[in-house]
């Protein structure tokens, strides 16, 4: 494929199951995009460059054209480690430190994650943070407070100073259990086959653990019960466990953070609605941001201020000056 | 084999997975017993006679001999079903409704387990209602008030009237809940290989799920956080895993019988010394009983009161009456 001159970077998400790539314009715009499954958990360290250039061929990027990333790929098992930032962050740290990749003659940085050292309150992220550099520079100030990114292991963060710095945050065990209880569990047999969203139930199992969460576990045994006692279907099933999960994941935010009355939520998709849904149910408003969109301008608002020169200055100066 | 003639009844706890058997003479003394993994979960309907008479010659019981049993064989899945007793429940009506099996020359009942129908509070036993009818025959008022019973799904029950009566009870899915997470969640890469208990981890880890059930979520990721960034290894992982569930299922126990002072705990066991050591840190002593001992004490005190003529009346009455 020729090389296509108007690429001025390409912008790769790259985590543990999946690999996202933008080529954008000097001013930002996708010219190109790829999506595939050569996740950095099933990659060989020595397999992680010649997977990249691949798709930047496909993509037209030419050889002097640079690669901003994020993600898994930056761990220490990845293709090479960006160390952690450690809280109180400030996102212009994180790019500051964007780790040079070696051993390729191509410019590549990866973007470090955010840890929390602490003994009490141990935490980590990668990639969120990418998003919440976007979310900075699209929203701003009004962005400051809490912050929900839900997801597989959900992100409860704190911003503060005009969304220019994460002051903490604390990821929740939710996507993860609620797939390990659906699979592995004596619940698999109310759930599987659900399909749809049964409001009533989800909206009840949110409030009820909201009340009441010390009885998680009495309620998750009770999905079980209702449906032997009460012919409760799966799709009843389903949302019972899923307003359980999200509602304990939304008090325990709560119990950590103090409750706001609005809050940015990134996520457009159904997991998202499903969160927007239960903070309403408690009386939080919501900012909804695209996780998507908040990662491409993270990821572009990085490779502006690394190569002014090369990645259009002057939108991503003033942007985030 | 030959019909021993001490043989006065057969015991059978026929649970999912196990099936378990007792010969015992009319003091209800054990003349021998079998263990097999045929459960009720693996076994054709029509299979379950077959299954049981092939232990019954095994163990020397001629055909005149009866059989009390208990457990998920009594489900409607199960051989014949015993429907369940709803709460409040007396003991003895769970006596009065043990359930002939039709079908087979032996005399064979199966005793029927609890449900609790409401709708808040849905909840099911079959095979503990046994022990606890044992419970109620060896301790007496001792077992009024709140009884724990650890398992792959925690039972408390609530008894009073001289321990003759289940008023109300609830189930909790913890070991079941302790399973999934270790083998289908982002923790099993923390536990594998884990040995022996880090008994300050445990216990920190029951201390801040009673003082913070809401936060359940984000504990459970923190045992990844803490392996990542503290190196913590794979016993004080499990040790932490296993304190925040046994933490979280007391601390919804409290909350829905409030707190006693000492509570009857059956389970004498590795599980069971993790209960009575997590009680202990919230200062509620506990009276520890068997739950093998209790099945077969519940069992043949039905036994007795159902053949009183075939299973040596004077003991039993004298004990139950």
Redesign the interface.
Same mark, same amino acid.
Do not use: K, N
């Given at each position: 494929m020729i090389a296509n001159p108007a690429i001025a970077a390409v912008l790769v998400d790259w985590g543990t199951s999946r690999l996202r790539l933008w080529a954008v314009d000097h001013d930002g715009t996708v010219l190109g995009e790829a999506r595939s499954g050569e996740g950095m958990g099933a990659t060989e360290p020595r397999a992680f460059e010649g997977i990249l250039e691949h798709h930047l061929v496909e993509l037209g990027a030419g050889p002097q054209v640079p690669v901003m990333m994020c993600g898994m790929v930056g761990s220490r098992q990845g293709w090479q480690e960006a160390p952690y930032v450690e809280v109180p962050a400030r996102l212009d740290t994180i790019i500051e430190r964007a780790q040079p990749v070696s051993g390729t003659p191509r410019h590549v940085r990866i973007l470090p994650g955010i840890?929390?050292?602490s003994?009490e309150?141990?935490?980590?992220m990668r990639s969120e943070e990418t998003q919440l550099l976007g979310l900075g520079r699209i929203a701003g100030d009004r962005a400051d407070g809490l912050v929900c990114m839900p997801g597989?292991?959900?992100k409860w963060v704190w911003m503060d100073d005009g969304a220019t710095q994460v002051s903490g945050f604390?990821?929740?065990?939710?996507g993860? *259990?609620f797939?390990?209880?659906s699979?592995?569990?004596?619940?698999r047999h109310s759930l599987s086959g659900g399909d749809g969203l049964d409001g009533a139930a989800f909206d009840a199992a949110v409030r009820a653990a909201i009340a009441?969460?010390?009885? +998680?576990? +009495?309620r998750?045994?009770?999905i079980r019960?209702?449906a *032997?006692?009460?012919g409760a279907d799966a799709a009843q099933a389903s949302a019972t466990l899923s307003g359980t999960?999200i509602g304990?994941?939304i008090?325990?935010a709560?119990?950590?953070f103090g409750k706001p009355e609005r809050l940015t939520l990134v996520g457009g998709g159904t997991l998202g609605a499903l969160y927007a849904r239960a903070l309403d149910l408690v009386g939080i408003a919501t900012d909804v941001f695209d996780g998507e969109v908040l990662a491409r301008a993270g990821l572009s608002t990085a490779a502006g201020r690394i190569w002014p020169d090369m990645f259009g200055a002057t939108p991503h100066a003033a942007a985030s000056g």
């Open positions: 840890a929390d050292r003994l309150t141990p935490d980590v597989t292991h959900a604390a990821t929740a065990l939710t993860d *259990l797939a390990a209880l699979g592995a569990s004596v619940l009441e969460p010390a009885q +998680m576990l +009495m998750l045994f009770a019960s209702r *032997l006692l009460h999960i304990q994941d008090a325990g709560l119990a950590r």
